[in-house]
């Protein structure tokens, strides 16, 4: 038995290597080994080792990556699947998000709501003239989405606590999520309303459509807070309805304190 002394990057290992008058050395980049008795390796050897040593360098960070693209891809599956189920089969659909809910899959449906909505909002405002006022209030449309989520969030699960079934709070964010899927709808309607003139007859009628939009959004809260929190749904409307009505609170006294 011949002991073979193996220094790679400035770490000396000493390993025997069982071999009749042959001792074996790895040889790479940055390798020098020093041994009693030192022996060659062949050329093909050579190239087989320096192809293991570069795929243990390499293969960490494509591993890293492709198991990123492929959780990537399966919120986005998930997603897309969910939104058709919302569209078709809501009530359904929020009792399945609310048995395995998953934070990031409404945190991406909040986010992509409101990148959608800003770029609508960006068409709208170049259409009408706005200006550069209304193009700072579309490019604060996600923050602004992410801003209500949360605090929706925050206030249901404060007013649920009157049933004694608060504490689900990360699982409302990630089913009320997909509620914000109208406010798409509605900046679509911007554009159109827009495009349509200020003061004309479309204009009108495009603008009554908001309206529908506006339930279509508090149905889906409804059904999502309903599906969460396990209520009757008129408990389920009034917890809807109470974070419009905090906000509004806060904006009136905001109003009056600014006044006096």
Same mark, same amino acid.
């Given at each position: 038995?011949?002991?073979?002394?193996?220094?790679?990057?400035?770490?000396?290992?000493?390993?025997?290597?069982?071999?009749?008058?042959?001792?074996?050395?790895?040889?790479?980049?940055?390798?020098?080994?020093?041994?009693?008795?030192?022996?060659?390796?062949?050329?093909?050897?050579?190239?087989?080792?320096?192809?293991?040593?570069?795929?243990?360098?390499?293969?960490?960070?494509?591993?890293?990556?492709?198991?990123?693209?492929?959780?990537?891809?399966?919120?986005?599956?998930?997603?897309?699947?969910?939104?058709?189920?919302?569209?078709?089969?809501?009530?359904?659909?929020?009792?399945?998000?609310?048995?395995?809910?998953?934070?990031?899959?409404?945190?991406?449906?909040?986010?992509?709501?409101?990148?959608?909505?800003?770029? =609508?909002?960006?068409?709208?405002?170049?259409? @009408? !003239?706005?200006? +550069?006022?209304? %193009? #700072? $209030?579309? &490019?604060? /449309? *996600?923050?602004?989405?992410?801003?209500?989520?949360?605090?929706?969030?925050?206030?249901?699960?404060?007013?649920?606590?009157?049933?004694?079934?608060?504490?689900?709070?990360?699982?409302?964010?990630?089913?009320?999520?997909?509620?914000?899927?109208?406010?798409?709808?509605?900046?679509?309607? =911007?554009?159109?309303?827009?495009?349509?003139? @200020? !003061?004309?007859? +479309?204009?009108? %009628? #495009? $603008?009554? &459509?908001? /309206? *529908?939009?506006?339930?279509?959004?508090?149905?889906?809260?409804?059904?999502?807070?309903?599906?969460?929190?396990?209520?009757?749904?008129?408990?389920?409307?009034?917890?809807?309805?109470?974070?419009?009505?905090?906000?509004?609170?806060?904006?009136?006294?905001?109003?009056?304190?600014?006044?006096?």
């Amino acid at each position: 038995m011949t002991v073979v002394q193996i220094r790679v990057a400035s770490d000396c290992v000493t390993q025997p290597v069982f071999a009749t008058g042959v001792g074996v050395g790895c040889v790479a980049d940055g390798v020098a080994h020093d041994a009693s008795n030192t022996a060659t390796i062949a050329e093909p050897a050579r190239v087989a080792i320096r192809q293991r040593c570069m795929r243990s360098i390499v293969a960490p960070p494509v591993s890293v990556a492709v198991s990123s693209l492929l959780r990537l891809a399966a919120v986005f599956y998930r997603v897309a699947v969910s939104v058709i189920g919302i569209l078709v089969r809501p009530q359904s659909t929020f009792a399945g998000l609310a048995s395995a809910s998953r934070l990031r899959d409404g945190f991406a449906v909040v986010l992509g709501s409101g990148v959608v909505a800003l770029v =609508l909002g960006l068409i709208a405002n170049q259409i @009408s !003239g706005g200006g +550069a006022a209304g %193009a #700072v $209030a579309s &490019l604060l /449309l *996600p923050l602004l989405f992410l801003v209500y989520w949360a605090a929706a969030g925050l206030i249901v699960d404060a007013g649920a606590g009157l049933s004694a079934r608060a504490g689900r709070w990360r699982q409302y964010l990630a089913v009320s999520g997909f509620t914000f899927l109208p406010w798409i709808a509605y900046s679509a309607l =911007l554009v159109v309303e827009a495009a349509a003139g @200020s !003061g004309t007859a +479309a204009q009108s %009628a #495009v $603008a009554w &459509l908001t /309206l *529908p939009l506006l339930l279509w959004f508090l149905y889906l809260t409804t059904l999502a807070v309903q599906a969460v929190f396990d209520v009757t749904p008129f408990v389920a409307l009034a917890l809807a309805l109470l974070p419009d009505a905090v906000l509004l609170v806060l904006l009136i006294a905001l109003l009056v304190a600014t006044n006096i």
